[in-house]
């Protein structure tokens, strides 16, 4: 698939969660690779759109609150700011803001969602789901720990990091309440459900088409062999979206507002008066694929059950285009930890910084490949080296001039979707400005972030 497609293509910039700033393990991640994805693209003459937002809905949202004892509210606002200040200080644009703070968002994702039961699509079951014994919390995302039945590593509620498997209460090994450390204590409740074992077909064509990784077909390969589950997109709990009309009383699981965002988003972006699911869906005539960025654990989510939540919305053909997917970002050694403060704010660290640099080096040493180590030595030592070049002055003992245009256009090359490898498009980036070439080069234009007119979604 390196034929360019004519359609329009959504880059979904994954929405950050609103319990706390981003560090910069975040932005070497998909962030930064996203928005340096989309300007190439836009630069090669692509049509794309790009959505970016915030995500405020998972229940760990509430319990960091709890844990600050910070008033919910006041605590969104507050990582909010940071997250959308960062944003601009990175200079990652977007086309379209998922909002969930608006009421055109929220009522959107419940009316979507209040349709497709209405409508049979998703049907109400009587399933047993978990609640705490003691303190009486429905166990799901952060509210339940275990181990991932699959590999037996330590998982909460949504993915398994290391394997990446989907998991719940129900399938978690010797589960626990996360927040009290009770014992799960069954509960019949009657919920909407994506039977995502009726959606096989349609997921097979969708992985053979799309440009993956090997470790997302890793994950996938497992649903091969092992029926996927009904997946619960509402359930009686204290935080998440409230339903309406038949799921009166549940709260929108937070992956499945994930999921209808993306319907939401580029039909809104590109059909402002769609009201209706029908009219939603019919926004995506003009749209060739989605191409996803983000963080290996979520492959369940992107690769599963956002491509069944189109397909059960009855956007008609397959759009996965593909996913970019990375490690984690190791700081000084370690992984980056909030809670013992072993981070780097990337607003702090912007504002103090040059944004061109920090561009070049998360790039220069984004975690794709494996699990990659910011130093702070490391980060100088680069800038002392990229400075120079940046400011237009050849070295003298650099790269023969005869060998420039081969390195910039290998630089171009590894900024498209397929194939996208953003650190070996700085390398050949900084070798040719050795030489004194390559600054109107759209490697360098799309990783320091010079372009400009990225709010404009080109029909
Ligand atoms: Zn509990
Ligand atoms: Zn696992």
Redesign the pocket.
């Known amino acids: 698939m390196t034929d360019q497609p004519s359609g329009l293509t959504v880059i979904v910039i994954p929405q950050p969660t609103v319990n706390g700033p981003l560090h910069i393990g975040h932005l070497s991640g998909p962030f930064l690779a996203a928005d340096i994805a989309a300007r190439a693209a836009r630069l090669r003459g692509e049509r794309v759109l790009t959505l970016a937002g915030i995500d405020v809905h998972p229940n760990y949202v509430l319990t960091k609150a709890e844990n600050l004892g910070m008033d919910v509210h006041e605590m969104i606002a507050k990582f909010r700011a940071q997250i959308t200040g960062a944003f601009e200080l990175a200079g990652i644009g977007y086309d379209a803001f998922l909002d969930p703070q608006t009421t055109a968002y929220r009522s959107a994702i419940a009316r979507m969602l209040s349709e497709l039961v209405t409508n049979g699509t998703l049907p109400m079951r009587e399933v047993t789901l978990h609640q ?1 014994a ?2 009486g ?1 429905t166990l799901h995302h952060s509210y339940v720990v275990g181990k991932c039945a699959n590999c037996g590593s330590g998982a909460n509620g949504l993915s398994c990091e290391p394997c990446g498997s989907f998991t719940s209460a129900q399938t978690l090994v010797d589960a626990s ?1 996360a ?2 450390g ?1 014992v799960p204590r069954p509960m019949t409740a009657t919920v909407p459900v994506l039977p995502l074992e009726n959606y096989r077909d349609r997921l097979i064509v969708e992985w053979m088409q799309a440009e993956l990784p090997g470790r997302v077909r890793t994950v996938l390969e497992h649903y091969l062999h092992f029926p996927m589950p009904d997946y619960p997109v509402a359930y009686p709990t204290n935080w998440g979206i409230e339903g309406i009309g038949p799921l009166d009383g549940l709260r929108i699981d937070f992956p499945t507002e994930l999921g209808l965002s993306y319907l939401y988003g580029p039909a809104n972006a590109l059909r402002p008066r769609a009201a209706s699911l029908a009219e939603w869906v019919d926004g995506w005539r003009d749209i060739a694929g989605v191409w996803h960025f983000n963080g290996i654990d979520n492959a369940f989510y992107f690769a599963i059950l956002y491509p069944a939540i189109l397909a059960a919305a009855g956007v008609p053909e397959p759009k996965m285009r593909g996913a970019t997917v990375n490690e984690l970002y190791l700081l000084e050694g370690r992984k980056f930890s909030t809670s013992r403060n072993h981070a780097l704010w990337a607003d702090e660290f912007l504002a103090a910084e040059d944004r061109e640099l920090v561009r070049l080096y998360l790039s220069w040493d984004r975690p794709d490949r494996y699990e990659s180590n910011f130093t702070n030595d490391g980060y100088r030592a680069f800038c002392a080296y990229v400075q120079p070049l940046l400011d237009r002055e050849p070295t003298a003992d650099g790269l023969p001039g005869a060998l420039a245009a081969a390195e910039i256009d290998r630089a171009d090359r590894a900024l498209q979707l397929v194939g996208f490898d953003s650190a070996l498009a700085v390398r050949c980036l900084l070798n040719a400005l050795t030489t004194g070439a390559g600054c109107d080069s759209v490697a360098m234009a799309a990783l320091t972030g010079r372009t400009a007119g990225l709010a404009t979604v080109r029909r």
């Open positions: 705490c003691d303190c919390r309440c927040r009290c009770g």
